[in-house]
């Protein structure tokens, strides 16, 4: 059982779930919640208050009645399910509920083009209402491409930019204007420092993990998102853990992989029976490490 780092108290990212919604923000909410739509998506630069629309727009399409989801695409600090992965959920009126997710393999967007898009064309077909996509903040140049790509991918209806940032407007002239929305950063809104960020990250795994039991599976294929950076005799690795038809159940840790035995050793908390693939990722920070 890992010896998980000591719980640190961190700043809690801003959320429209329990402050104060942006009044600037409120027309177009408004507008949103009372026309025709059916996907949305969300860009801007780190802590301008992306998550914090998305949740206000998530509780007023709840209070209508509307069926509505979120697609978190950042892979970090997320709004819903676990980091390092691409996650789909809904409001329930109290908190966000998980309806599924797809790994990515790291915390890096930019380096995993391939799975952030075809994650997020999967999982926005599991949508059955309104979907409202958050983006990530990675606003350089590889991370306007990823949100091109996206954009392409998934044809939004709508494109909201929050923050006003000079950085983002060569990228939102190349867009459909009829479709942007120019909004500013929330009210409140405070930059995170890297070690704030990375600590916020830990904590994440930590709560995904902690308490977790190691089972030891066969028959399973594993498929390692950096062939390159695979070694099947040593390292541990977070994996993501799917079943026959792809749809993912959890993250866990590969412990220990015998493919002379076609055996490996897995700590999560997903039913043995319920896993099938096993998306091998990133290797596992020395903080999580027993």
């Known amino acids: ?30 507008q949103l919640a009372q026309s025709a739509w059916q996907r949305l998506i969300v860009i801007g630069a780190p802590d301008r208050g992306k998550s914090s629309f998305c949740t206000a727009l998530l509780r007023l399409l709840h209070e209508r009645k509307a069926s509505a989801f979120l697609l978190d695409t950042a892979l970090g600090e997320k709004t819903v399910g676990p980091p390092a992965c691409l996650t789909l959920g809904h409001w329930d009126g109290d908190a966000y509920r998980l309806d599924g997710m797809y790994f990515a393999g790291g915390l890096d967007a930019v380096k995993r083009m391939p799975a952030m898009i075809s ?46 940032d000079e950085d983002l407007e060569p990228f939102l002239a190349q867009q459909p204007q009829a479709l942007i929305h120019r909004l500013p950063a929330a009210d409140g809104a405070t930059p995170r420092d890297a070690m704030t960020r990375a600590l916020i990250r830990l904590r994440a795994f930590q709560d995904v993990l902690a308490d977790a039991e190691t089972h030891e599976l066969r028959g399973c294929v594993a498929e390692p998102w950096d062939k390159d950076a695979f070694d099947w005799t040593q390292g541990e690795y977070i994996c993501g853990l799917a079943d026959a038809n792809g749809d993912e159940h959890g993250l866990g840790i590969l412990m220990h992989a015998d493919p002379v035995r076609g055996a490996v050793q897995v700590m999560t908390h997903v039913a043995p029976h319920l896993i099938r693939r096993i998306r091998v990722g990133m290797s596992l920070p020395d903080e999580l490490k027993t």
């Open 1 to 30: 059982m890992p010896s998980w780092a000591a719980r640190i108290n961190l700043p809690k990212p801003l959320s429209a779930a329990s402050g104060p919604l942006t009044p600037a923000w409120q027309p177009l909410l408004d």
């Open 119 to 164: 994650g997020a064309a999967r999982l926005a077909g599991r949508a059955t209402g309104r979907l409202v996509i958050d983006t990530g903040s990675t606003v350089n140049a590889p991370g306007r491409l990823l949100k091109s790509l996206k954009i392409d991918a998934l044809c939004p209806d709508h494109i909201v930019a929050i923050g006003l």
